[in-house]
């Protein structure tokens, strides 16, 4: 039959055959049924998870305005140079707060105690994280001396439930996973200006770690730090899938942070009143003393190497044959050696070697007032913390000549006094033979043998002295392993009286 009105008839089968399509690419609801429009909800851009913002440098950047409540302040310098170093101040993170505080004036006293010519240092700061209880703050400090102008650059993640900060190594997993960073790093800044050969495993030279927006591994290094200064910013980025094994839970955490963007972040409830921000033990952060040796055991003949008044030219020979007997040393560092080899302390400090203090140019303590005395220890400490990130507890007074000025000096310094029971005067017979028979004679449990570094037959004997102490079946170890916890300003001579 023939409708009486065909015009109506394709209308409402078009309206129909909408409706059916609509139904087919509608997406299902729960249990298969699609939505009703008093089903359908709308996700806020609060709840939805947004891109991570522009990136800086290559890291994620979070804006200020995110914050509400976010203030800025500087530290209170009193120093001698001029100083400007601003930092965040987040609504209850006080314990982030405090370590920035702390931790960049300690950065700006040890800028003016080891560049004589120290005139000014600037800092200013961004956020690459703050999501999830955790917040990344990138400070960048610029060094103005005599010489040249640097910049610095540090990364600190604070985790707002406990209060914590943690540096940038406490991304990594443990030592092994740094080290293996370590060898990437190495192989991205190859074909740059870069020396391989600087880059060591330890949290002084992995400070400033965060992450693209890609969720990549970001390394940046501070002028100066692995090539010349002319160099400027150099940085290496370990793509997300080759770095993914090595992050620790918590590094996972920061790069889940890091990489979703966010609206608005506040911390809704400081910590616990006691939290003062304080760095947790890291990978990179070497300890002298090895846990798995116990010198106050009488089955096991300890015995401490100590090396005085470098490094020298031949130091990472001397370096090689330490490893390759499992052996341990302390150097006695002077400063001005220290300006011209810093990366052979490096090595030494990452080997597992302790790093002590031997005054800057090695006058004779006795000879010279509190002022001046100060003055030599605190640069040395100065010179050894940048570029190691450690801070020395032990020191040896050139010619062991020390009075009670020194005594209260290095005590409050916190510093012990370190002397010896076995001197080879290497510095005076120039002979190996002489210089080993001597190190090999003195030899007993608890000595503390005295060379210095800088002298090529010192090295030469050293190859002997390590290889026969080692077949003799002495454990060499670093002066903190022999003696334990000792005392600033107490003057130790060996370990037999532990």
Known sequence: MTPDHPVLTVAIALVVLVGLLSMATRPPGPNGMSPSTDD????????EDLPPAEEVDGLTDVRAD????????????????????????????????????????ERASAFEAAEP??????????????????????VTTTETDSEETREGRSIYWYETGDGVVRG?????????????????????????????????????????????????LVVEFDDGQIAPVSEGRLHAVIDRDEAEGLLSEFGLRARDAATTGVDEFTVETAPEADKDGSVEAAPGVMSPRDDSVDCSDP?????????????????????????????????????LPVREHPWTVRRAYAEGHEIANHTLDHPDLATIGAGAVRSNLETTQALVQRETGHTMNLMRPPYGSRNGTVDQVTEELGLAQILWGVDTNDWKDRKAGVVSERALDGASDGAIILMHDIHDTTIDASRKIIRELDERGYTMVTVSQLLGTTEPGQVYVDGTDL
């Open 40 to 47: 359908a909800t709308t996700v806020s851009a609060e709840e």
């Open 299 to 335: 089955e096991v003949r300890c015995v401490a190497l100590t090396y005085d008044d470098g490094p020298g030219g031949r130091t990472p020979e001397l370096l090689d044959m330490l490893a390759a007997h499992d052996a341990k040393a302390t150097f006695f560092v002077t400063g």
């Open 117 to 138: 010519g120290a005139r000014s240092m600037t800092g200013e700061w961004r956020l690459t994280a703050a999501r999830d209880g955790i917040v990344g703050v990138r």
């Open 66 to 105: 995110a914050l509400p409540g976010l203030e800025e302040t500087s530290i209170s310098y009193e120093g001698g140079g001029e100083v400007t170093v601003a930092y965040p101040v987040i609504p209850n993170a006080d314990p982030l707060s405090d370590f920035l505080d702390r931790t960049l004036t």
């Open 168 to 216: 940038s190594s406490s991304l990594l997993a443990g030592q092994a996973e740094l080290e293996e960073l370590n060898e990437l790093v190495r192989e991205a800044v190859s074909d740059t200006a870069a020396v391989t050969s600087s880059l060591y495993p330890i949290d002084a030279l992995y400070d400033s770690v965060g992450f693209s927006s890609e969720g990549d």
